[in-house]
């Protein structure tokens, strides 16, 4: 039970370092389309990486108890594989209607 | 008299699907809970079958599992993406170089449209701005140049896409 409470805290862990990448590059990037960069494509990996350590938990220590709790969790993971790119998709859609300006290299970032 | 079968096999399809989703979610088998999963799932597929499964079914099956083979490659695009994003972030100089690219594919069908732009938004350096479905036009926005010329160049995207739905 070892290996799997090891193998579980690694992809928590690869998930939280994809999150606090998409956090660092909201914060550091220059403009609004840079930063939909970050968070759009850091947020789909770093959750579904976290949802599948729930998940290999969940079917380790409580299979027996709940065993449709890992279906769930995985129609989780394809609605957020739909979802996020759609709603980037959208967010930037709504910026480059009303006229948002994309940053240009060796701009002031904003 | 075929529009009609099409008709009565995208309602058996929707309410097969509803039906385990029904189950799946709810995780109760007494007959209340099943009799009540039959009944709204019946509702959904007379009222919205035509959402899920279009009339015209042909090579459905082929192209279904050309999607399943292309979903891994995805997948595997996603974590190139990620590892792309989080270099470009945390390199103290910030290799970034954005720009607006705009180009035309061969793809018309929904589908297809929507598979391209959001494979383009999951892989690395590029998100979909804008469709055009009448001409296949897509405008993209790329943080440097490389991504970039993966669209505009190589194309590997947009022939793998074309390939799933057999659109070339």
């Given amino acids: 039970m070892v290996i799997i409470d090891v193998i579980v805290t690694l992809f928590l862990a690869a998930g939280i370092f994809f999150m606090f990448t998409g956090v660092i590059g909201l914060l550091r990037l220059p403009d609004f389309y840079t930063r ?50 759609t709603a980037t998709h959208a967010i930037m859609k709504a910026a480059y209607m009303t006229g948002v300006k994309p940053w240009k290299l060796g701009e002031e970032r904003r | 008299m075929k529009g009609k079968e099409g008709k009565g096999f995208g309602i058996l399809v929707t309410f097969c699907a509803m039906f385990l989703f029904w189950l799946l979610l709810s995780g109760i088998f007494d007959a209340f809970h099943v009799i009540a999963g039959v009944i709204c799932s019946a509702i959904v597929a007379f009222i919205s079958h035509d959402l899920l499964v279009k009339g015209k079914g042909e090579k459905m099956l082929t192209k279904s599992f050309r999607f399943f083979i292309y979903i891994w490659w995805e997948l595997w695009q996603i974590v190139l993406a990620n590892f792309d994003v989080a270099y470009r972030v945390l390199h103290p100089k910030m290799p970034i170089d954005p720009r607006i690219i705009e180009f035309d594919t061969s793809l018309r069908s929904d589908f297809a449209l929507v598979t391209l732009a959001n494979s383009i938004t999951l892989t690395p350096g590029t998100i979909t701005i804008l469709v055009d479905p009448e001409k296949g036009k897509f405008w993209v926005h790329a943080i440097a140049k490389k991504p970039a010329d993966a669209l505009l160049v190589d194309k590997t995207m947009q022939r793998k896409v074309a390939d799933v739905y057999m659109e070339r």
């Fill in chain 1, 36 to 85: 939909l960069h970050a968070t759009g494509k850091c947020d789909t990996l770093g959750e579904v990486l976290i949802i599948t350590g729930l998940l290999i938990y969940h079917a380790a220590h409580y299979a027996h108890e709940a065993p449709l709790v890992p279906v769930k969790l995985i129609f989780l993971i394809v609605f957020i594989f739909l979802a996020n790119p």
